[in-house]
């Protein structure tokens, strides 16, 4: 069974870091990608950073240059290093994994969210 649990969200100054991990339990396969989205209050969830099993990465601009998106195969894990944090970076973030069958079709799962507020 897939359970993505994420770890360490909090509270940081403007200009601070974070690290989130989130790690699959379950560990039947390896994800295809596995990334991270946001979501603010009043606003609808977006992409933050998404890597492919073989290390592909692709950002949101607008944590270019201040986010670096990882991962550890064996371990299902996937991390998100949060740097030059800013107040618009508050939101909750949730681990996102996809196992694909076909181009088009694929299964996800989604993490339990992670408070992250940057206050200023």
């Known amino acids: 069974q897939v359970q993505l649990v994420e770890s360490g969200g909090g509270l940081v100054q403007t200009g601070g870091s974070l690290r989130l991990s989130c790690a699959d339990s379950?560990?039947?396969?390896?994800?295809?990608?596995m990334g991270w989205y946001r979501q603010a209050p009043g606003k609808q969830r977006e992409l933050v950073a998404v890597?492919?099993?073989?290390?592909?990465?692709n950002y949101a601009d607008s944590v270019k240059g201040r986010f670096t998106i990882s991962r550890d195969n064996a371990k299902n894990t996937v991390y998100l290093q949060m740097n030059s944090l800013k107040p618009e970076d508050t939101a909750v973030y949730y681990c996102?994994?996809?196992?694909?069958?076909?181009?088009?079709?694929?299964?996800?799962?989604w993490g339990q969210g992670a408070q992250v507020t940057v206050s200023s």
């Open positions: 996102n994994a996809k196992r694909y069958y076909s181009k088009s079709t694929y299964q996800e799962y």
């Open positions: 379950g560990r039947l396969f390896t994800f295809n990608s």
């Open positions: 890597i492919s099993s073989g290390g592909t990465t």
